[in-house]
Structures are given as C-alpha cells and as structure tokens.
C-alpha cells in the first residue's frame, strides 16, 4: 500500500509539472507572435504591457515603443478614413450614375409607349423600318438599360456596406485608441509621481 500511495504521488508530480511545462510553453508561443510593428493595434499594445518592465503594481514603458504605438494607430486610422473617404465618393458617383440611368429608362419607357399608337412605318434616321422591328429595338434597349440599371443598384447596395463598415471600424479604432490612450498615460503619470516620491524619499534620508 505505501508503494502504491508513493507512485500516485510520483504520477501525480509528473502530471502537475506536465502542465506547467505546457502552459509555460503555450504563454512563449503566444508572446512571441507579438509585435510592436505588425499585426493589429490591439496587439501591438499587448506587446507594450507583455514586454514593459514591472515597477510595483506599475508598468514602465519605453518611450520609442509608446511613439512607434502612436504612428502606427495614426496611421491606421489615416489608412480607414481614406477608405471610408474613397467608399463614400465611389457611392455617390453610382448613385449619379443610377439616377441617370432611371432617367434614361423612363423617357424609354415613354417613347415606346408612344409608339403603340402610331403607323405601322415609322422613320428612323431618315429610312422608314417596320414598326414591330422599331419596338424591338427599342425594348431591347430599355431592357439593357434596366439590366445596366441593376447592376449599379447593386454595386451602390455593396458600396453602401462597405461604408458603414469602414465607419464602423474607425469608429472602434478611435474608441480603442483613446481608452489604451487614457491607460497609458495614467500609467505614466503614476510612475513619474512614484518616482518623485522615491527621489524626495532619497533626498530626506540623505540630509539625516
């Protein structure tokens, strides 16, 4: 019996320092995919926090790192407005486009509305045609000025979703800027005061 109680112990050493050995494992490879030049702003910040030098219950960060965080938020942010900016444009132009195209369609429409109504010969460009070949042409024209028409329905319908996802997304870029803006520097306002607290400490305990 004490064997069997001693190798439960052992296998349960070896289970616990198993799982150590993993997750410590598992914690390196995921600090290694992180960057304070690639990836996603969120995580250029982690990197920030991971990499940052404990002082107490502070963080102590480089001052390049917070710099280089800042040029690439910015520029993020410049990268979603200009695309927000170009989706914008794109769908105002298809949006001319689609009301031009309804106009066109309508005084089609009309046209050949007319032509129920009239002679069986009609002139065309100073030659006479038969009126039924005249409707033809003329409703093969409205139906590809209608197929046209749908197609930029559906280009503007696209358009305006990929507006209101890049304005969904600078919004949240800006939101998650200013909050880890906010972070770090109450960050640093608490390491400077600490650190006046500490040099003021010095100063006392060197003039007794």
Do not use: P
Not at 25 to 31: H, L, V
Not at 87 to 107: A, D
Request: hydrophobic residues 40%.
């Amino acid at each position: 019996m004490k064997n069997v109680y001693l190798a439960c112990i052992a296998l349960t050493l070896i289970t616990l320092f198993t799982n150590v050995i993993n997750a410590q494992e598992a914690t390196d490879e995921e600090e290694s995919k992180l960057s304070l030049t690639e990836g996603s702003v969120d995580n250029q910040f982690e990197f920030i926090i991971q990499r940052s030098n404990n002082y107490q219950e502070y963080k102590v960060v480089k001052k390049n790192w917070l710099y280089t965080l800042k040029k690439n938020t910015l520029d993020s942010m410049a990268r979603v407005e200009k695309e927000l900016a170009e989706s914008i444009n794109l769908s105002k132009t298809q949006n001319s486009e689609i009301e031009s195209l309804k106009g066109k369609l309508q005084e089609s429409q009309n046209h050949v509305s007319t032509l129920t109504n009239e002679r069986d010969s009609i002139s065309f460009f100073g030659a006479l045609i038969d009126k039924s070949a005249y409707k033809a042409t003329m409703w093969g024209i409205v139906g590809l000025l209608a197929v046209v028409l749908l197609f930029f329905i559906y280009k503007f319908k696209n358009s305006n979703v990929v507006t209101q996802n890049a304005k969904k997304a600078l919004a949240d870029l800006e939101r998650e800027y200013e909050e880890h803006r906010k972070k770090a520097l109450e960050r640093e306002q608490k390491v400077r005061r600490q650190l006046q607290d500490e040099i003021n400490k010095q100063k006392i305990a060197k003039a007794k």
